[in-house]
């Protein structure tokens, strides 16, 4: 609790790289406020804040029912396209007449679908071109926020390795 006070007065830094990472690790903090200090954060005005925002408490969502109609909120104003379906894809875990009533909008957003097929290493390689230390084997994905909320929508990810060389997929 005490590291928390630390930390909140980050969330609303100047720099959106700082509250982009003060929501991150706010939101690995299991406390009871944590989802209410983080709400706000649906609508910064940088996007990659609102995805930070997005993809942590989706990954609550479908324990809070109190923050299904901020997410239907987002879900309608957001003109982010990746924070838009990060938004659809944390509404699809909550089966609720609130959520239903948004439903065509979230089918709208992101497809139905089954699975997932994700390659260790592309993700390095779209951030940083010029990577060359990248650890093809290290799938930095499991740490995404979408890969959890997949999970609890019943979508499979797979894993499909990779050499690193383009036009080399298995």
Request: hydrophobic share 40%; no cysteine; proline share 9%.
């Amino acid at each position: 609790p005490v590291f928390i006070e630390h930390i909140k007065p980050l969330l609303n830094d100047s720099e959106w790289q700082v509250r982009a990472a003060a929501v991150e690790v706010v939101g690995k903090i299991e406390l009871p406020q944590v989802p209410d200090m983080l709400v706000p954060k649906l609508q910064d005005p940088s996007p990659l804040v609102r995805q930070a925002a997005i993809g942590t408490l989706g990954t609550r969502l479908y324990n809070s029912p109190r923050l299904v109609s901020s997410f239907i909120e987002r879900l309608k104003v957001e003109s982010d396209p990746w924070a838009k379906q990060l938004t659809a894809w944390s509404l699809k875990t909550v089966p609720t007449s609130q959520v239903e009533s948004v439903r065509p909008l979230i089918n709208q957003t992101v497809p139905e679908v089954d699975a997932v097929v994700i390659v260790p290493g592309v993700y390095k390689i779209i951030q940083n071109k010029n990577d060359v230390g990248r650890n093809l084997n290290y799938d930095s994905t499991k740490d995404w926020p979408i890969r959890r909320i997949w999970a609890l929508t019943g979508v499979d990810v797979f894993e499909q390795p990779w050499s690193g060389k383009y036009g080399d997929v298995k």
